[in-house]
């Protein structure tokens, strides 16, 4: 389960992130959509316990797994150690996986070998194979062409079902938000708030 | 339920091995080729000047490196200058590494230390020589301080501008997934800057070999460098060019033989 109560986020003199409430709970997708620039990806680093330097808390319980607008692999070792290195799974268990998102085989292929559907379904590999309690998906289908895109939104579908962890995606698209999440929000304004679209947000707890 | 498990996408081909041996071998010849070509220009030389005492030719030293192999006195005298040259080069790389790695990831630091860098830099290093042994005495200590000294700023700079284009966004993956300070290190940061470590040591290993010669020249009474100070006292010019070359040749095998297989080692990943 993550629960976030943000008050403020700066950068500078500017405040970025306005007061923000919400809680998942394990098994649950919560849908962040909003136009570029608003602060998702701002909103996501601190979720994901990357930037501390903001007014609020965090609460987040449980192994959390992360997958990026770009797959970000090593490209100086193969796909095999891009998953254990940065997970310690086994060998087996990164077998498992890797047939799981259609890529038995490849754990001694190189990321230059890969086009960028393959290195995403990497990406993917590595978020569950030890299964997480927490997944961030931070807009994982961008540059895909339409038929690609629905693969891998079914192959996520299917992980989270298998796993089911509390699930945050960040999306541009309105499709991939119904497609995906049980709940819907909108980060918008200056500075950005999460407006609910569909379904129930917690409501900020005053101190 | 039902799991995909057909492949998107089309995987390229990684580069083959055939295409790449070709090149190599084509430059080894070149290389082979090119260095009979300057023996031959040296011979053709000695022979025009025929001045066997001040200009031997090829023919003239290779009897003296056999005398001088078969006695004993030249591997010794080379295995010394090998040790000081091995010893300054992991502690220059060290030292070098640690500040460039530390200059080129915290900018307030590098704002700080970069003047001073510059100095270093500047500083010839015949200076760094006789101050090393003014300071410390004729000592190993005060040789080795003195080559170190001379070579750290040089490993700074390549390791800092290396460690300058380390890729944040997989810095930003390795933390969310907790990896730890000694696996970010050595399997994130490392191979991003092991081009500019592979750069820094063959230059360095270039740089450092003829500094601890001008070491021993100046202040040893061992190593090839001493060896050489000796005979230019006797001014027996074949001894001096024959340890000279002796030395060259060992250096010429350790670039060709280990840096530069090491380099591309360290670049392979990057390729097309």
């Known amino acids: ?207 | 339920m039902a799991f995909l498990t057909s492949v998107t996408g089309k995987a390229r081909p990684a580069p083959g091995r055939a295409t790449q041996s070709a090149p190599a071998a084509r430059r080894g010849l070149t290389a082979l080729v090119s260095i009979l070509m300057l023996l031959g220009s040296w011979a053709v030389l000695a022979y025009l000047l025929n001045d066997p005492t001040r200009a031997p030719s090829p023919a003239q030293i290779l009897p003296i490196l056999v005398s001088e192999t078969l006695s004993g006195a030249l591997p010794y005298q080379l295995g010394i200058t090998l040790g000081r040259v091995a010893i300054s080069f992991a502690l220059a790389m060290l030292i070098g590494a640690a500040l460039g790695l530390a200059m080129g990831t915290r900018a307030r630091l590098n704002a700080w230390a970069d003047p001073w860098l510059v100095v270093a830099l500047n500083i010839p290093a015949l200076v760094t020589i006789v101050l090393s042994y003014l300071w410390l005495g004729l000592g190993e200590t005060a040789a080795i301080v003195a080559v170190v000294a001379n070579k750290v700023p040089l490993v700074t700079v390549l390791v800092r501008e290396g460690a300058k284009v380390i890729d944040p966004d997989l810095d930003e993956m390795a933390a969310a997934y907790r990896m730890s300070r000694g696996d970010r290190l050595r399997h994130l940061i490392l191979p991003q800057l092991a081009p500019s470590l592979a750069g820094a040591a063959r230059s360095g290993l270039a740089l450092i070999w003829k500094i601890v010669l001008v070491v021993e020249f100046l202040g040893r009474g061992s190593g090839m460098g001493f060896k050489i100070h000796l005979y230019f006292q006797m001014f027996d010019i074949p001894r001096v060019i024959a340890y000279a070359l002796a030395f060259i040749i060992v250096m010429l095998a350790i670039e060709w033989l280990v840096m530069q297989p090491l380099e591309r080692a360290a670049r392979r990943w990057r390729a097309p």
């Open chain 1, 1 to 207: 389960m993550i629960r976030a109560e943000i008050q403020s986020k700066r950068f500078g003199a500017k405040q970025v992130l306005g007061p923000i409430a919400l809680e998942v709970a394990r098994g649950e997708v919560l849908a962040i959509e909003g136009p570029s620039g608003v602060g998702k990806s701002t909103l996501l680093r601190i979720l994901a316990g990357l930037d501390d330097d903001f007014d609020g808390r965090v609460e987040a319980t449980g192994r959390m797994s992360m997958v990026f607008q770009e797959p970000r692999l090593m490209p100086w070792r193969n796909v095999g150690d891009n998953i254990r290195l940065t997970t310690r799974a086994s060998a087996a268990a990164i077998g498992q996986m890797l047939t799981r998102v259609g890529l038995a085989g490849h754990e001694n292929t190189y990321p230059r070998a890969l086009s960028l559907g393959q290195a995403r379904r990497v990406a993917l590999a590595r978020a569950f194979v030890v299964p997480p309690d927490i997944l961030i998906l931070d807009e994982p289908f961008t540059s895909l062409d339409p038929d690609r895109v629905a693969d891998l939104l079914m192959l996520t579908r299917e992980l989270i079902d298998s796993h089911r962890p509390a699930t945050i995606f960040v999306t541009h698209s309105r499709h991939e938000a119904r497609q995906l999440a049980d709940r819907r929000a909108e980060l918008t304004g200056q500075p950005a708030r999460l407006v609910c679209k569909s379904g129930d947000m917690p409501q900020m707890q005053t101190a």
